[in-house]
């Protein structure tokens, strides 16, 4: 199936077993675009969340691992829906993932502490690190073309 590509001026072609008199070139369009959302977030979670190469055969070690990734991932995206919706922007995920070393020691020294107040300090250290570094360039683009477009909002730490 091939559909136009109106900001690159050219068709984009995809090669699917979905059936043409089911789905428009539109809607495979759309539905690629979506799936590379997938894609992406799970190229942020094996990059910047150091699922390459495990130095362990352990098979209890490495799903431990892979558990505590998935939860570091899940946070990161919370605080980041937490910033958005608190300073009214949009935030790029993979910006907020790779600026971790900022912010995300202190986040977990705080509640190792167990100190209600030393990790809402902390968490708006990190909002205030995370609303200067890491907004997401084209927002208004985004709306037309990016992950917007199907109405994806970051999830929100409402209460914090």
């Not at 993932?97 to 968490?123: C, H, M, N, P």
């Not at 208004?140 to 994806?152: A, E, N, P, S, V």
Request: glycine share 4%; proline share 1%; charged share 25%.
């Amino acid at each position: 199936m091939g559909f136009w590509v109106a900001d690159k001026k050219k068709f984009s072609y995809i090669v699917t077993n979905l059936p043409a008199s089911d789905f428009t070139m539109d809607e495979v369009g759309k539905l690629y675009r979506l799936r590379w959302q997938i894609e992406l977030l799970f190229k942020e979670w094996k990059s910047n969340n150091n699922l390459k190469k495990f130095n362990t055969q352990n098979s209890t070690i490495i799903y431990t691992l892979i558990w505590a990734s998935l939860l570091a991932l899940t946070l990161k995206r919370l605080l980041a829906g937490y910033v958005e919706e608190k300073y009214n922007i949009y935030l790029s995920s993979l910006t907020v993932s790779k600026t971790t070393q900022g912010w995300w020691y202190d986040l977990f020294e705080a509640i190792l502490d167990k100190s209600q107040r030393r990790i809402l300090t902390v968490l708006e250290k990190c909002a205030v690190i995370l609303s200067h570094c890491a907004k997401l360039s084209h927002p208004d683009r985004d709306k037309i073309t990016g992950k917007f477009q199907f109405f994806l909002q970051s999830a929100t730490c409402k209460g914090l």
